[in-house]
């Protein structure tokens, strides 16, 4: 579904994408884990057509990410914070949304459900807790039900209850047969959830597999020992 | 385009909710009832709402568009990952942000100048010349103020370029007018004058409503030139040009690095 | 026929005969009484179209010393005429004095003349000659009162006379441009001639005086004239109150005079390029007092002009209220009002002046007054630094209403530097003078 090809991306003197060459498939649920900077969020962005890479080519449902942007209504994405126009009401801000993708019947009424929206839906943005604002986030790129979604922490300022129902979710969606790529930081999250991690160091792509595989070479207990012992190799 | 108008509706949403334009909006309403309620003369109000238009009206575009640019930003990376193209994104949000601006201007001008127009009537065309004089100030500077933000990642430093760039448009411009005027006294300067007036786009807007305004009197042989230069076809065209082309050039160069650059 | 309609037509009949014999009688009586009885002082002639008397040159030449012509309503159209005997001319009904366009209408010779009452139009026009409605040359105690004189090309023109009396008449001209038109109401070389309530409009000077002396200019309206409104040269001693001079290319000139009073006029709507309420050229010791400068692009130009009073005027919304000349000296500015003007005083030089500030209001004026004598306690600089500027460099006009501008003169107002340190008015009011209270009304400017 996903196809990333030798993507290099470099800001300034720092390089952030060194080379990184992954196939992502649909029915999965596909982590992407690393320390701080090691271009979690700026690979998801290269997805999407935010982050424009130096070289390498990216293909999302077949589409060369950067020469359209038509297939990104294939495309449900959740960035890493979102900040809301204060002063429209995420009722507003859903309808907003449905106008610009010119789906006039996706009411995400099951997400505002599942998410405990429904009493905040009518207030203004600047007065609802960052928790809110990230289930307003999650809801945006959810209701038009798209073949792939992104996540940036997703669970970031989520109560546990709504972190779970979260994860029942994204398993249902899987079994949907839809294409889910996660930038998350909480490994035992990953590990629940995931059928394949890919462990991104300096801008390479350092481990490529599911969850299991990186206990098994290691040697370690968790994935969360895992990793930290493969960062310790790899520095 | 359906896109850029419904970018451009939430994002003028967005702001019309904002205390700021309020305020912005009732400044002005404030300011031209002050001046028609207690000037002596309509033409003396028209002449002072001019002078207060002139340095308010670009300084709050420029300030408020970097900084609805930069407040939008974070946002915008949602929105570019929706299925619509960097340039829609780009455009409906400037163009959401100027209309609104404008909007609170006209609104702002525009009840106090009916109220008082009908008392006026004589200066009914230079009221229309101010309101439709600022709304285009509005669209060149919020231009200006993206094209800077865009390329600039700090926002501190975006806008000291914008209140510098306003300072410049304002202040300093006139003074490299009145330096050339010092320096080449002794030259027929009328048409390199028109030249430097027409080119800067708060200069160009004074002078054509001071033209309109009795004031004009007191400027002379140049005023006349000027008189006559505008009357033509040939000056319409030019001026109507030059303002056009400073909100497309502003607009382009903005738009240009907006679909080029990573968020 | 029946008999009451027999009776009506007789009585209708015998009316009209009546009315018929009683003219016919009147006409044959005066005209014997015209042309015999020369030593009657009071004699009276009466012309009209279909009296005895047809013309006026007839009863001109009739008219003994002291006679009174009586003229009809009627057109005229006689050539040029001559008076040259002291009579009084008087219409009835605006009889037509018509010039056809081509000569002069009525020339006055003759001492103790008055001509009153009459229509005098189309006197013809020309390069070379002076061609006027009514000219009197040399002549003493002549009154001219109550005429209308309409597309003259000159209107009422005297040379070398005096003690004359010019009232209530209404000129109306139809000069287009400055080269080829004349003067309303033209006095050369003359001495204690009256002007007093005329109206006068469409003439190139509505009003202009060479060599006069000792007169008085006394409730005149002069408005849209090519030129000026009021314009003196080589003059002294007169005294003009109470004119009203309106739109026209300058208020009033006075140029290489001494000794006039200029009291209560109104000098308004003077209002283009180059156009001056008053305008002082090599104008001394005079007296321009309680004054009405509305709405003029300058309402005082001094040039050249010395040693004058300007006390208690009203300078009210004019583009530059005073435009004060390096070589104008020893003049003295007091109890003026300055208000709404967009300059109140510019110069063209920035140095010392012997031209002074004394006790003015402005309404510029910021300053304050600790001991609440009415008299503000810091000086006030009138020149403007940008007003300055415009005087060295009149482009820099393109900068009017600029914030670069506004902001030159707020620092110049702050720490005056290059602005003329003599220009300051040491005494500035706190308010306006009482006087000027009764004027300040919009009412009382728009009358």
Same mark, same amino acid.
């Given at each position: ?18 080379? =990184?060459?992954?196939? =992502?498939?649909?029915?999965? =649920? ?111 790129? %959810?209701?038009?039900?798209?073949? =792939? ?25 899987? %079994? ?60 | ?9 939430? $994002? ?22 002050? *001046?028609?309620? *207690?000037?002596?003369?309509?033409? @003396? ?46 455009? &409906? @949000? ?5 209309? $609104? ?11 106090? *100048? ?8 004589? @200066? ?21 103020? *993206? ?47 028109? &030249? ?38 040939? &000056? ?17 160069? &903005? ?9 | 026929?029946?008999?009451? #309609? ?42 009209? !179209? ?73 006197? /013809? ?29 000159? /209107? ?173 000296? +020893?003049?003295?500015?007091? +109890? ?15 140095? /010392? ?5 004394? +006790? ?33 460099? !009149? #482009? ?36 306006? !003078? ?12 728009? #009358?």
């Amino acid at each position: 579904m996903v196809e990333v090809a030798n993507v290099k991306k470099r800001f300034g003197s720092v390089s952030a994408l060194n080379g =990184i060459t992954v196939t =992502i498939r649909r029915g999965q =649920i596909t982590s992407v884990v690393g320390p701080n900077a090691a271009g979690k969020s700026t690979f998801l962005k290269c997805l999407v057509g935010l982050v424009r890479p130096d070289s390498g080519e990216i293909r999302v449902g077949g589409h060369d990410v950067n020469r359209d942007w038509r297939w990104r209504r294939l495309v449900g994405y959740v960035p890493q914070a979102v900040h809301f126009p204060e002063n429209l009401s995420p009722r507003e801000l859903f309808a907003f949304f449905r106008k610009l993708r010119g789906t006039p019947g996706a009411d995400g009424r099951e997400l505002i459900e599942l998410l405990n929206l429904e009493a905040s839906l009518d207030r203004p943005v600047r007065q609802l807790s960052g928790g809110t604002r990230q289930k307003v986030n999650i809801a945006l790129a %959810a209701m038009f039900d798209p073949e =792939i979604l992104i996540m940036d922490e997703p669970t970031v300022g989520l109560d546990p209850l709504t972190s779970q129902r979260q994860k029942r979710w994204l398993e249902r969606e899987r %079994a949907r047969d839809k294409t889910i790529i996660l930038a998350s930081h909480v490994i035992a999250e990953v590990e629940e959830l995931s059928d394949r991690v890919i462990f991104l160091l300096e801008g390479r792509v350092y481990f490529d597999g599911a969850p299991r595989e990186a206990i098994q070479m290691t040697g370690q207990p968790t994935l969360e020992r895992a990793i930290a012992a493969m960062m310790e190799q790899g520095s | 385009m359906r896109q850029i108008a419904t970018l451009a509706r939430y $994002s003028a949403l967005e702001l019309a909710r904002s205390w700021w334009t309020a305020c912005y909006c009732l400044f002005f309403m404030v300011l031209a009832f002050a *001046f028609f309620a *207690f000037g002596e003369e309509p033409a @003396q109000a028209v002449v002072s709402v001019l002078n207060v238009v002139l340095l308010v009206v670009p300084f709050v575009s420029i300030v408020m568009g970097v900084l609805s640019f930069y407040t939008a930003r974070e946002f915008a990376e949602l929105l570019l990952a929706q299925p619509v193209g960097r340039l829609t994104v780009f455009f &409906g @949000q400037y163009m959401g942000t100027a209309a $609104s601006l404008a909007l609170a201007f006209a609104i702002g001008l525009g009840i106090p *100048f009916v109220w008082y127009g009908w008392n006026a009537r004589e @200066q009914s065309g230079t009221l229309v010349a101010l309101l439709f004089g600022g709304i285009l100030l509005t669209f060149i500077f919020v231009a200006l103020a *993206f094209a800077l933000a865009v390329r600039t990642e700090n926002r501190l430093k975006a806008l000291g370029a914008a209140i510098f760039l306003w300072l410049f448009f304002a202040l300093v411009y006139d003074g490299l007018i009145l330096a050339v005027i010092v320096a080449f006294s002794s030259f027929p300067l009328e048409k390199v004058l028109l &030249g430097l007036i027409i080119l800067n786009p708060l200069d160009l807007a004074r002078i054509l409503i001071l033209l309109r305004l009795d004031v004009a009197a007191l400027m002379g042989y140049t005023g006349a030139l000027f008189r006559q230069f505008f009357g033509s076809p040939l &000056g319409i065209v030019a001026a109507s040009a030059c303002l056009t082309v400073w909100m497309a050039l502003a607009v382009a160069v &903005g738009a240009s690095t907006y679909v080029r650059r990573d968020f | 026929m029946r008999l009451p #309609q027999l009776i009506s037509n007789s009585i209708i009949a015998f009316a009209v005969w009546l009315v018929l014999w009683s003219l016919a009688g009147r006409a044959s009586e005066s005209a014997p009484n015209g042309t015999t009885n020369s030593q009657a002082s009071a004699a009276t002639l009466v012309v009209c !179209p279909r009296c005895a008397i047809k013309r006026l040159s007839d009863a001109l030449r009739e008219a003994s010393a002291g006679a009174k012509i009586i003229l009809q309503s009627g057109i005229y159209n006689e050539g040029e005429m001559t008076i040259e005997k002291p009579v009084a001319i008087e219409g009835q009904d605006w009889p037509v004095l018509d010039g056809a366009g081509k000569n002069q209408v009525l020339t006055v010779k003759a001492d103790n003349v008055r001509l009153k009452g009459l229509v005098i139009r189309n006197s /013809g026009k020309s390069y070379i000659a002076d061609l006027a409605g009514i000219r009197v040359e040399g002549a003493r105690n002549c009154v001219i009162e109550g005429n209308r004189l309409t597309d003259n090309f000159f /209107g009422i023109y005297l040379a070398s006379s005096a003690n004359c009396a010019i009232r209530g008449n209404e000129i109306r001209g139809n000069a287009v441009s400055e080269v080829f038109s004349g003067n309303g109401i033209h006095l050369w070389n003359s001495n204690r001639i009256t002007v007093e309530r005329n109206h006068v409009t469409g003439h190139r000077d509505g009003l202009y005086f060479e060599f006069l002396h000792d007169s008085n200019i006394l409730g005149n309206v002069s408005e849209n004239n090519v030129r000026y409104g009021l314009h003196t040269m080589y003059s002294a001693n007169n005294h003009y109150s109470q004119n009203i001079l309106r739109a026209n290319h300058a208020g009033v000139v006075l140029m290489y005079s001494r000794k006039l009073k200029v009291v209560a006029n109104r000098f308004e709507d003077n209002w283009g390029p180059a156009c001056y309420g008053a305008l002082l050229k090599d104008l001394d010791e005079s007296e321009l007092e309680r004054n009405l400068f509305f709405h003029n692009s300058v309402a005082l130009y001094a040039d050249d002009a010395n040693r004058n009073r300007v006390a208690n005027n009203r300078f009210y919304n004019n583009g530059f209220a005073l435009r004060i000349m390096a070589n104008a000296n +020893g003049n003295v500015f007091s +109890g003026n009002l300055f208000e709404a003007n967009s300059f109140d005083v510019t110069t063209n030089w920035s140095s /010392g002046s012997t031209s002074s500030f004394d +006790g003015n209001y402005w309404d510029d004026y910021r300053g304050y007054d600790l001991n609440r004598d009415g008299i503000g306690d810091v000086p006030f600089w009138p020149v403007r630094l940008f007003g300055l500027l415009l005087e060295e460099y !009149p #482009q820099a006009i393109v900068l009017l209403r600029s914030p670069f501008a506004e902001l030159l003169d707020a620092a110049e107002q702050a720490i005056p530097v290059l602005t003329p340190h003599n220009f300051a008015d040491q005494k500035p009011l706190i308010a306006r !003078p009482p006087w000027s209270k009764s004027q300040t009304s919009k009412s009382a400017l728009a #009358q």
